[in-house]
């Protein structure tokens, strides 16, 4: 079956917008996790999702950004007023369930640059 | 808190030499361990894992709780065994099994 799918693929965005990026987990996979790729701090966990539930958003940088998930499925991770500083690849991983025993299926990430 | 350290950011062998890239975590918990790889223009997968015992692509590694280690082994490296590997760390004792990723290691294998 499709593996996890992310859009867009590249966004290029001028400061001070807003940007939506985009999951589909794979069918099935109650668990879905984002991650932020970044030359300065490597590959650092955002927040989880069980079902539409995200238990954990601590990992969220500031509170400019924020997630959400609808039908167990879909997800989009929301970043507002862009800053420079937010230029990454974006990560999503989802899993069939939470326990410690599951794998993390990634998606290709979106490459975000912040102009 | 949980962390990862992978104190190589490259690592350059010759086809045929022997590979070990280093993985040390800190965790007061039961810790599962994972090797993940990122091969040029893919995505990131996963490689193998501590519960696993498995040897992945003739790739092994060894979860050494008295020294807080999972070195990742391969007696002959391959061209293709050319990537990036991350080491990571998922609490089996938290909720929500969120990865902490050590800050990889890039494996050059020349020929």
């Known amino acids: 079956g499709a593996g996890v799918s992310q859009s867009p693929s590249n966004k290029v965005t001028e400061k001070g917008k807003d940007v939506e990026l985009r999951c589909d987990p794979i069918s099935g996979h109650t668990a879905l996790y984002w991650y932020r790729q970044s030359l300065g701090q490597g590959l650092e966990f955002l927040i989880y999702f069980q079902g539409n539930s995200a238990p954990d958003k601590s990992g969220l940088p500031s509170d400019r950004f924020s997630a959400e998930r609808t039908g167990g499925s879909v997800s989009t991770l929301t970043i507002q007023r862009t800053q420079q500083e937010d230029s990454a690849v974006y990560l999503c991983?989802?899993?069939?369930?939470?326990?410690?025993?599951?794998?993390?299926?990634f998606g290709p990430g979106t490459r975000l640059l912040v102009l | 808190a949980q962390r990862v350290t992978q104190p190589e950011k490259l690592l350059s062998v010759f086809k045929g030499a022997p590979v070990e890239l280093k993985c040390n975590y800190s965790?007061?918990?039961?810790?599962?361990l994972f090797w993940y790889v990122q091969y040029s223009r893919q995505r990131l997968q996963l490689l193998l894992r501590?519960?696993s015992r498995e040897s992945i692509k003739g790739f092994t590694a060894d979860l050494n709780k008295g020294e807080t280690s999972f070195h990742l082994k391969k007696p002959f490296a391959q061209e293709e065994d050319s990537a990036m590997y991350y080491c990571?760390?998922?609490?089996?004792?938290?909720?929500?099994?969120?990865?902490?990723f050590g800050g990889g290691t890039r494996l050059m294998v020349k020929p």
């Open positions: 501590h519960i």
């Open positions: 965790y007061s918990g039961s810790p599962e």
């Open positions: 991983a989802s899993s069939p369930g939470t326990s410690g025993q599951e794998t993390q299926y």
């Open positions: 990571a760390l998922s609490g089996l004792d938290n909720a929500g099994n969120m990865l902490t």
